[in-house]
């Protein structure tokens, strides 16, 4: 049976061989202006697509492909309404789309000429894709000439290798569009994926940067809240600096357990007795290379994810005996801008990257400049209300999320309380994330055992009591420089 198929193609590698199998598998070719001059160079018989339009390219080769003939071919179901009006309108199907875009990443890579730029912005070829996209059963697009062989080889295809193709096409118009995006606003030019996962009940996308982490292990992809916990976890990992080891443990978008120490496994060990019911199921990170001696300590739980800056060749070995752990080396650096939707439109803020310094109120500040940048860095990535408590270098208990500031102070003591098999310094410290409006909560720390410093922002109208709170009950209390909510 005769088939219809549409090239429009910018790069023609290797269409000489596709072309000629084309014509063997009895499909008639029709070809844009370009495409047409090769075809005819390499006696490929085709059909010029304005011969068949009947409408000649305009505007300097801007307009010549969209017309109701090529889109009506490449939409028309085949349900009886839409063959009855195809063949009303004079109109063919096409049942194959060959096409590739302008090259407006090489383009900008090459040239600052913002004229030649905006002429590689792809307008047709772009819609052409889209429009097969929607009806790939049974129009399939091919994007990409490394799949000419692959769709030579595998004719005809089966209805399963037309979503891949047409989900190949996705990906590369997407990408197109963001490269496009990132030049208008002036933001660098990464090179962007699109990776599918699944929340529980949704379904997800996230575009990424290849560039920032390599996938060693791990038979399951990654998901839409794996890729939200790793974000938090390499936060905190990555930002404070130091020379000691940092591990980091996050559940649900939260820190449950985090550690300084000089000896990596120790901050492993020490991280997970923060809180080793929530640590299950979690995602792991380290800001240093993985040892052999810290991975034979992991294995023993189950994580969903473990990332670190790179892994001792041991480590990697051990690690990859646990099929479902997705292992990745993930480059050092943060990210300086983030964004999230609402109902209105698009929210875009610097990262918090604020460094806060200590003002004593009342007594001695027992913690040198490195923990209190990891403590702040745990903190900040609490949501709010955040109260958090440490011993000497790690995280022991936590609670966030809470609408009321007194809440989130007695769950995280509750917590704390229900920590039996760990060893709780009589010495700890209370980090919050913005001031106590009141002294009530000063009253909850006071009445613990456990010596408790206490650092806040202030800034609150009440400051002038809190501020006589702790000096009549000399409570060691210092003033953090910032706030840190995080919603």
């Known amino acids: ?3 219809n198929v549409l090239i ?5 590698s290797d269409l000489d061989s596709l072309a000629k199998f084309l014509l063997n598998k009895k499909y008639t070719i029709y070809s844009t202006g370009g495409t047409s001059k090769y075809l005819q160079s390499i006696n490929v018989p085709h059909k010029e ?9 305009i505007l300097n080769g801007r307009v010549k492909t969209l017309h109701p003939k090529i889109f009506g071919g490449l939409l028309g179901t085949n349900s009886t309404s839409h063959k009855n009006e195809l063949k009303k309108e004079k109109i063919i199907e096409f049942d194959l789309l060959i096409v590739n875009l302008y090259p407006f990443r090489r383009t900008i890579d090459e040239t600052k000429d913002k004229l030649k730029i905006i002429e590689m912005i792809d307008i047709g070829g772009h819609s052409l894709i889209r429009a ?21 080889k595998k004719f005809p295809i089966k209805k399963i290798q037309k979503k891949s193709f047409a989900i190949k096409a996705l990906h590369h118009v997407t990408k197109y569009d963001l490269d496009i995006l990132n030049w208008f606003e002036g933001k660098s030019s990464s090179e962007y994926h699109l990776r599918y996962g699944e ?5 997800a996308v996230a575009l990424i940067d290849e560039k920032k982490f390599t996938q060693l ?22 930002e404070c600096k130091t020379k000691n080891n940092i591990c980091t443990i996050v559940k649900h978008n939260n820190p449950c357990g985090a550690s300084l120490n000089k000896s990596q496994s120790k901050s492993y060990l020490r991280a997970l007795a923060g809180d080793p019911l929530s640590a299950y199921g979690g995602v792991i990170s380290f800001n240093k290379k993985l040892t052999k001696q810290t991975a034979k300590l992991l294995i023993r739980n189950f994580y969903e994810v473990v990332t670190a800056p790179d892994f001792e060749e041991e480590a990697l070995k051990l690690l990859k005996t646990k099929k479902n752990l997705r292992v990745l080396k993930v480059k050092k650096g943060i990210k ?20 806060s310094s200590v003002e004593p109120i009342n007594g001695i500040n027992r913690l040198n400049k490195e923990k209190i940048s990891f403590f702040i860095s745990v903190l900040k990535n609490i949501k709010s209300n955040a109260i958090a408590l440490f011993n000497s270098n790690s995280l022991i208990s936590q609670s966030g999320g809470q609408t009321s500031r007194v809440d989130a102070l007695q769950n995280c003591i509750n917590k704390l309380r229900e920590q039996k098999n760990t060893k709780i310094n009589k010495t700890l410290f209370l980090f919050s994330d913005a001031f106590f409006p009141f002294t009530d909560s000063l009253s909850i720390i006071r009445g613990q055992k456990h010596k408790i410093n206490i650092y806040a922002p202030m800034g609150s109208k009440n400051d002038s009591k809190v501020y006589d709170y702790v000096k009549k009950y000399k409570l060691n209390f210092f003033k953090l420089t910032d706030r840190h909510f995080r919603h």
């Open 1 to 3: 049976m005769k088939k």
């Open 8 to 12: 429009s193609v910018y790069d023609k």
């Open 49 to 57: 697509i304005s011969e068949y339009t009947k409408q000649k390219e």
């Open 132 to 152: 097969a996209i929607k009806n790939y059963e049974k129009t399939v697009p091919i994007i990409d000439p490394n799949d000419y062989q692959n769709f030579i």
């Open 199 to 203: 929340n529980p009940q949704q379904k």
């Open 217 to 238: 292990s791990g038979d399951k992809k990654l998901s839409y809240n794996n890729l939200l916990d790793i974000d938090a976890s390499i936060r905190i990992s990555y």
């Open 336 to 355: 300086k801008k983030e964004e999230r939707t609402f109902f209105a439109g698009t929210l875009i803020q610097d990262v918090n990257s604020k460094i």
